[in-house]
């Protein structure tokens, strides 16, 4: 057994015989401090995350002292205390979002984690950058004691600053960073199907293939994906493409801008599937298609067969196809002409329906209002309906000849004089 070891066996001998540091101290030793991430150290770019890193030190106490009339010192010298950690940029395309910790004492042969936040930049290029790690901490320097006499000493320990930095690896992976360079929507309004046009642009650094460019809806907003999905191929760096997309809106959606998300899923070199970072876009929404009856309430009478002439317009924002017109008859009203073709309005234009309808004889003289609806196709050819409208009819007494010919009694005398003169007609040809 070499010399060293002999020493250090006896100094453990020691240790064990001479009570807890009664007049034990180490002559040599200070702090080794190193560090490491925790976990992997690969990143995508544009990712925000937590990164913890394990702060440890390695310091040992080679050589001890043990002597009676000594005090034992408070701390060893490979103690690191106080020790402050703050986590810097460097040459990497980051945002740190934490600042410098507190971890406290760390004693030899042990170690602390510390975590902070950090964003890569969305167009942080692949490869490997270096994250400097600033350990600030104390350490014992010297010990100065006066002799003990009748138990009693005064042991001074000075502490020195120390600051020092480590390197931290992290490599930012190959990945497709997306980004949109257009947006332009076709027919998309109000409670309609539209089409909506994205330019898609690869500004990573990933040769990606069998790449799909997905939409994907906002929670609280009123915009729905009907074909969210085109398939791009290879979406090489630096490449381009236009995705054609069809996108609904909810009839209780305003006429502004709304938000979307636009990702891309695709294979990577390797032929790892992963997903490229979420776009949020803004898609303009316009006007709703709307219509109202801009004609005059129609008068009718009890007992009459009417046709009723009622006029609608496009109050709204898009043209609708094929609209058709279609009243509900209600009592005292009966139709079997309760629909009518309007044809293609567009904002501002109108069309005149022609209802017939019978009203009972017993009606009572009064306004009515009749439900009427607008049933139409978009420029996506979906069938819509408009909101329900009120179209005013009043039922009033009949005046003047109208009254005459409306009276059941002229109208019975005026059988039974047709009647009587088809008779004297008759007879008279016969006669001859």
């Not at 970072?277 to 298609?289: C, F």
């Amino acid at each position: 057994m070499d010399i060293r070891k002999c020493i250090l066996l006896s100094l453990l001998i020691v240790a064990l015989v001479v009570p807890a540091l009664a007049g034990v101290q180490y002559l040599y030793g200070k702090p080794e401090m190193s560090a490491a991430i925790s976990g992997t150290n690969e990143f995508s770019p544009g990712v925000e995350t937590p990164v913890t890193v394990i702060v440890s030190n390695s310091g040992t106490n080679p050589i001890m002292e043990v002597n009676p009339n000594k005090i034992a010192s408070q701390d060893p010298p490979n103690l690191a205390k106080q020790v402050k950690v703050g986590l810097e940029v460097g040459d990497a395309p980051v945002e740190i979002k934490s600042d410098p910790q507190m971890i406290g004492d760390i004693p030899g042969g042990m170690s602390k984690p510390v975590t902070f936040v950090v964003k890569f930049d969305k167009d942080a290029k692949a490869g490997t950058y270096e994250l400097p790690l600033e350990l600030t901490y104390q350490y014992v320097f010297t010990n100065d004691q006066e002799d003990v006499k009748n138990g009693v000493g005064i042991l001074m320990t000075s502490y020195r600053d120390k600051t020092e930095k480590i390197s931290l690896p992290v490599t930012v992976t190959s990945d497709v960073n997306l980004q949109v360079n257009g947006v332009e929507t076709e027919h998309l309004n109000v409670g309609t199907e539209g089409y909506l046009k994205l330019v898609l642009e690869n500004t990573g650094d990933e040769h990606a293939t069998n790449a799909v460019a997905k939409l994907v809806p906002d929670v609280n907003g009123p915009l729905v994906p009907t074909d969210g999905s085109v398939y791009i191929g290879e979406f090489n760096p630096g490449d381009v493409t236009t995705c054609l997309f069809k996108v609904s809106t909810s009839k209780d959606a305003e006429p502004q801008t709304y938000p979307l998300n636009v990702v891309v899923e695709y294979e990577k070199a390797n032929g790892e599937k992963a997903t490229s970072d979420t776009e949020v876009i803004g898609v303009p929404v316009g006007g709703k298609i709307d219509f109202a009856i801009v004609s005059t309430a129609s008068t009718v009478h009890p007992g009459q067969k009417a046709t009723i002439d009622v006029t609608y317009k496009n109050t709204g924002f898009a043209t609708a196809y094929n609209a058709q017109a279609r009243i509900s008859a209600v009592d005292p009203f009966t139709s079997n002409d309760d629909t009518a073709f309007l044809g293609d309005l567009a904002p501002g234009e109108s069309a005149v329906a022609h209802y017939k309808v019978t009203i009972d004889k017993e009606a009572t003289l009064k306004n009515y209002g009749l439900d009427s609806e607008v049933r139409y196709r978009d420029a996506l050819d979906n069938s819509q309906i408009s909101d329900t409208m009120k179209m005013t009819v009043s039922v009033v007494k009949a005046e003047g000849m109208g009254a005459v010919l409306s009276n059941p009694i002229v109208i019975a005398a005026g059988i039974a004089v047709l009647i009587g003169a088809g008779y004297y007609i008759v007879r008279a040809r016969k006669s001859k």
